[in-house]
C-alpha cells in the first residue's frame, strides 16, 4: 500500500511475533484471524506455547468458525469476555509477550489499533505502541513496591492489573504472571474502557471520559504558548457511533480540555478529523472497500450535520505517507503552536458513547458498553533530574528528529529533550472547505450499485 520510505520505522505483525524465545502469548482483540495469527508466530514455538486469545466474536457464525480454527491448535486458549449490552463489544486490540532468552525473562505490553487479520495489518493505516522488554522483579529492586510478590507494584503495572481485574476468573493466571514483573520504566498511562456502570467517583474515574480527565488533571500542565495563543485537540478515528451533540459538545469535550491550569487557558477548539469522499475516491483502499472499516452510517452524519460540520477536518497525510491509506488508526491529541503537542493518546477507542462512557444520574454514574484500551504520553511523564523540559513535537518521515523552536519565554530554561511523536496526518490541519463532502458508507453503497449491481450492494450492505 504504502512505499518503502513512506514505510521507515513502520512495526509489521512479524516483527512482534516471529521470535524464537517466546514463552507464551495473551492477545486481546475484537476481530481474530487465527490462521493468519498463527502464521506470524515463530514455527519453533507455534505449536508449543501457550497462547490465549481474548476475542470480540459475538455474532454465532464467527464464533463457530474461531471455535473451529481453534481445533488445529490444542496450545491456543479461546476467550470470550461476557458482556452485557448488544450494541457493547470486545474492541481492545492488545498483546502481552512473555520471552525466555537463555533464562533471562521478560514481557513487553503491545497496544494497536489493528484487528488480527491480514487485511488492517496492510492495508490500512494503524497505530502501535510497544513497551520495552519488562524484566522479572528482584529482591534488591530499589524501586517501591517491585519487589517479589508484592500486591501495589508500579503504577502502570495497577493499571493494567485494574483492567485485566474486568476479565474476572478467566486471566487470573495471566494476572498471577503480570505480577512477577517490574513494569517501572514504563512511561505511559493506560487510559481503558471496560463494560458496565461505574458509579461514585472513585469506581468513575478509573475508566472512560473521567480516566482520560483525571489523567489530564493530574499530569498535564499546558505550555505558556498553549495558554496563552490557544490550542486544538484533534480526535481522529474510523467509526462513530450514534452521535449526540450535547455529549460531545459538552462531556466529550469537557474531558478533553482538562490539564492542571486549564482554567487559565483560552477554551481549546475542538477537530474531528474524518476522511472526505473525494480522499476515499482516491484512495487505494477504494470508495467500496472503505466501508468496511471507515463506518459512518449516512443517518448518523445527517443526524449531526448541523453541528458536526463545524468541527471537521480532512485527511491530509502527504508528509506523513499515509494519504491515500485510510485510516484504522485512532488517536486524540492536543496540538498548538507549529508542531507541539501537549499530550496524545493512541487508543481503540472510536469516537462514541460506548467507548467512552456515558454520564448519567447527574454525573454520579459513568455507563460504558465496551472493552476498549489505549496508552497516553504527555511531556512530564518523561521528566527527569537531568531533563526537566521536555517537548513532544510532531515527527514526519523527512523529520524524525525534530529540533523544536525555544520561545523567547524560555530562554533561561531552554528545553533540554525532545520526544519526537510520529501522527499519522499532517500538521497543521486542514478543515473541510465548501465543496468536500463528509464520507460516509452511503457513498459506498451507491458506488458498489453502480459497480456490480443493486443485488450485490443489497449482499454486501444489507
Not at 502469548?25 to 481474530?32: A, C, G, P
Request: glycine share 6%; hydrophobic share 35%.
Amino acid at each position: 500500500m504504502a512505499s518503502q520510505e513512506e514505510n521507515i520505522g513502520c512495526v509489521r505483525l512479524t516483527d512482534l511475533l516471529y521470535h524464537d524465545d517466546l514463552e507464551r502469548i495473551v492477545q486481546f482483540n475484537f476481530t481474530v484471524d487465527l490462521e493468519y495469527l498463527m502464521e506470524n508466530v515463530h514455527p519453533k514455538v507455534r505449536t508449543k506455547i501457550p497462547i490465549t486469545v481474548i476475542h470480540g466474536h459475538r455474532h454465532e457464525e464467527s464464533k463457530q468458525d474461531i471455535q473451529r480454527e481453534a481445533r488445529n491448535w490444542p496450545n491456543v486458549r479461546l476467550i470470550s469476555p461476557y458482556i452485557r449490552d448488544q450494541y457493547g463489544t470486545h474492541h481492545t486490540k492488545a498483546m502481552l509477550l512473555f520471552f525466555n532468552k537463555n533464562g533471562n525473562k521478560s514481557v513487553r505490553l503491545v497496544i494497536s489499533t489493528a484487528n488480527l487479520c491480514q487485511d488492517d495489518w496492510e492495508s490500512m493505516t494503524q497505530g502501535i505502541y510497544q513497551t520495552s522488554h519488562c524484566p522479572l522483579k528482584t529482591n534488591t529492586s530499589t524501586n517501591q513496591g517491585t519487589t517479589v510478590g508484592s500486591e501495589c507494584g508500579s503504577r502502570f503495572e495497577r493499571d493494567l492489573l485494574n483492567y485485566l481485574d474486568a476479565y474476572g476468573a478467566s486471566l487470573r493466571d495471566i494476572r498471577d504472571f503480570i505480577r512477577q514483573y517490574d513494569w517501572s520504566d514504563c512511561k505511559g498511562i493506560l487510559i481503558g474502557s471496560v463494560p458496565g456502570y461505574h458509579r461514585g467517583e472513585q469506581t468513575m474515574r478509573l475508566w472512560g471520559l473521567q480516566r482520560l480527565a483525571n489523567v489530564l488533571k493530574s499530569h498535564v500542565s499546558l505550555d505558556p504558548e498553549c495558554v496563552k495563543d490557544g490550542s486544538t485537540i484533534i480526535a481522529q478515528c474510523s467509526s462513530v457511533g450514534s452521535l449526540r451533540g450535547k455529549w460531545f459538545q459538552k462531556d466529550f469535550s469537557r474531558c478533553m480540555s482538562e490539564a492542571t491550569n486549564a482554567s487559565s487557558a483560552n477554551t481549546p477548539e475542538i477537530k474531528f478529523m474524518y476522511p472526505t469522499v473525494d480522499e476515499v475516491s482516491k484512495s487505494h483502499n477504494g470508495i467500496v472497500s472503505s466501508a468496511g472499516f471507515l463506518r459512518l452510517e449516512d443517518g448518523v452524519y445527517r443526524q449531526s450535520k448541523s453541528w458536526l460540520d463545524n468541527h471537521l477536518c480532512k485527511w491530509v497525510s502527504v508528509e506523513s505517507g499515509r494519504q491515500k491509506v485510510m485510516p484504522h488508526i485512532k488517536t486524540y491529541t492536543r496540538v498548538y503552536g507549529w508542531n507541539n503537542i501537549a499530550w496524545h493518546l493512541l487508543t481503540s477507542a472510536n469516537l462514541s458513547r460506548a467507548a467512552w462512557g456515558e454520564f448519567q444520574k447527574e454525573n454520579t454514574q459513568l455507563y460504558i458498553k465496551s472493552f476498549e484500551l489505549g496508552v497516553f504520553i504527555c511531556p512530564s511523564l518523561f521528566e527527569t533530574s537531568d531533563h526537566s523540559n521536555i517537548q513532544m513535537l510532531a515527527a514526519t518521515i523527512q523529520v524524525p528528529r525534530p529540533i523544536p523552536i525555544i520561545p523567547s519565554h524560555d530562554k533561561e530554561d531552554p528545553v533540554t529533550a525532545v520526544v519526537p511523536i510520529r501522527l499519522p496526518y499532517d500538521l497543521p490541519i486542514e478543515t473541510y472547505g465548501s465543496q468536500d463532502k463528509c464520507y460516509t458508507r452511503q457513498y459506498s453503497q451507491d458506488a458498489c450499485v453502480q459497480l456490480f449491481g443493486a443485488y450485490a450492494a443489497s449482499q454486501l450492505f444489507g
